[in-house]
């Protein structure tokens, strides 16, 4: 992977992802649930995972946006792909909360 996005909710992490997956070159997984999944019930598979998952002919860079739960496994994530660029998103907390509320 080229990069993985961290962040807390409602803080423009879709934004983020949307301008690096606006380069054609890009290929951006938004909170990708299998890779979720294998995180939490079987972490060896992530490089595998990951490895089939940007296999693309089209794209030379792949980026993962996390759900905003696994930053709590950023640990295991950065252990398992050491040197890969990351990045946290945050927001206000009293924003955040104001943004849940308001739905």
Known sequence: PRGFVFHQ????????????????????????EILVQALER????LGPLL???GSSPYHDALFVK????????????AAAF???PTVFIYRDPAAILASHLAD
Do not use: K
């Open 9 to 32: 909710s409602r803080c423009g992490s879709t934004l983020v992802a949307n301008a690096i997956a606006a380069r054609r070159d890009s290929l951006v997984y938004s909170e990708p």
């Open 42 to 45: 079987a972490p060896e598979l």
């Open 51 to 53: 490895e089939l998952m």
């Open 66 to 77: 996390w759900p905003s739960t696994a930053v709590a496994h950023a640990g295991t994530i």
């Open 82 to 84: 050491p040197g890969v």
